[in-house]
């Protein structure tokens, strides 16, 4: 059986240099790299090394780069660090969107327990937030402001610069979760004029359990643990200088390949699109087809239950996803979708298909033939009618 892998936004292959350098530093460079001795710092400039790559790919100063554990651990540090360094200042409102991340929500519904006033933007029907929503939210009293650069459901980009720029007029921090970004298109810190940006590892290709924190030189940044120094006093604990070094070789190869793969995979998803659009009637694109990252498409199949074709595609050796792998095993319908204003069929037909690097056109073809028969396979089940197919 062919086995087809498109679910890269929940997590990407390790790319071979990577495995290459974490396996290099597991067996040869042991040390604890806050040691002076000559081990130690072998181990501390592997994380140089590490750091200088993942600073290099998103356009920052290695100093301002901070390792954390993930995405979810750099989200956490972002909006409770922020949050605690300005409630002495009397700043106590964030702002977020509807359609973020858990990591972030849970995040900022923590913060709104313990005291903090919290305001979600809502999006349009694309899934973009309107600056102006943000203009009327901010308040004299917001610290932070926290969008994602693009959503991990339907790959919508949002206008990041222009929204940090309504934050900065107010005195507030901005910080971006570039989880499916980093990596897969063009991303410069300083364009994009946020104050922090979280990236995850295992979605660029590094081993799972390490990702960072850039920080802004000069933005306020209350720890989220208490212990040593590393990190520029930022996040206490040894390094996990193995997966660092996974993380820098990923960060390499991501940004030496980037020009050529971020086209041929947007090139790749388009197919995917148009053919499914074109076989199976009642398929419906959400999100924006115009304004997102190049692997992502999430698709709605009128009168078909996601769970059940998502199993169908399994059995025929395709791997895709009913939305963020976070909240797999829930029965709970996207918020992402249901933010967007989209109708409960709609969104519980909706699977999302993430492509990456290792993405070809024969399997595009293959799950693009495979469609028509499943589709109509389940509906006849459920004896539903379906209209034409839309964009």
């Given amino acids: 059986m062919m086995r087809i892998y498109l679910d890269y936004n929940a997590s990407a292959p390790v790319v071979p240099e990577a495995v290459a350098a974490t396996t290099a530093a597991l067996s040869d460079r042991f040390g604890n790299p806050s040691s002076v001795h000559y081990f130690g710092q072998q181990a501390r400039a592997v994380l140089d090394d590490a750091r200088d790559e993942v600073a290099a790919l998103i ?17 956490n540090l972002a909006i409770r660090g922020v949050a605690e360094a300005a409630a002495s200042r009397g700043r106590r409102h964030v702002v977020a969107t509807a359609i973020e991340h858990e ?7 923590e913060l709104s327990r313990r005291g903090c006033d919290v305001t979600l933007l809502p999006v349009d029907a694309s899934g973009i937030v309107d600056p102006s929503a943000l203009a009327s939210a901010i308040r004299p009293d917001t610290a932070l402001v926290t969008v994602m650069h693009a959503n ?12 940090a720029a309504l934050a900065h007029e107010a005195g507030a921090v901005f910080h971006t979760d570039a989880v499916q970004t980093v990596g897969r298109i063009a991303v410069d810190v300083r364009a994009l004029g946020a104050d922090l940006l979280s990236l995850s590892g295992h979605k660029l290709g590094a081993p799972k359990g390490i990702g ?9 940044l209350a720890p989220l643990m208490t212990g040593g120094r590393q990190e520029r006093n930022r996040r206490p604990g ?8 996974g993380l820098g070789a990923a960060a390499r190869v ?17 197919r995917l699109d148009a053919g499914v659009l074109a076989g199976v009637p009642g398929a419906a694109i959400n999100g924006n087809p115009a304004r997102r990252i190049p ?11 996601a769970e059940a074709l998502l199993i169908a595609l399994d059995l025929e050796g395709v791997a895709v996803s009913t939305g963020s792998a976070c909240s797999s095993g829930t029965l709970e319908p996207s918020h992402v979708l249901r933010a967007m204003g989209l109708g409960a069929h709609r969104v519980q037909s909706a699977l999302r298909f993430s492509l990456g690097a290792g993405t070809t056109a024969e399997e595009i073809d293959r799950v693009v033939t495979l469609l028509p028969d499943l589709v109509t396979r389940i509906r006849s089940r459920s004896g539903r009618a379906v209209g034409p197919s839309r964009r």
């Fill in 59 to 75: 356009g920052a100063e290695p100093v301002e780069v901070v390792f954390t554990s993930g995405g979810t651990e750099a989200d």
């Fill in 254 to 270: 991501a940004r030496n390949t980037l020009a050529e793969q971020g086209p041929r995979v947007a090139a790749l998803r388009d």
């Fill in 238 to 245: 040894t390094e996990n200088v193995p997966a660092a070094a």
């Fill in 103 to 109: 990591a972030v929500l849970h995040t900022v519904r």
């Fill in 152 to 163: 991990n459901e339907v790959g919508t980009l949002q206008p990041v610069a222009e929204l």
């Fill in 295 to 305: 692997g992502t498409s999430n698709i709605s199949f009128e009168g078909v239950e």
């Fill in 212 to 220: 960072a924190l850039w920080v802004r030189r000069g933005t306020k």
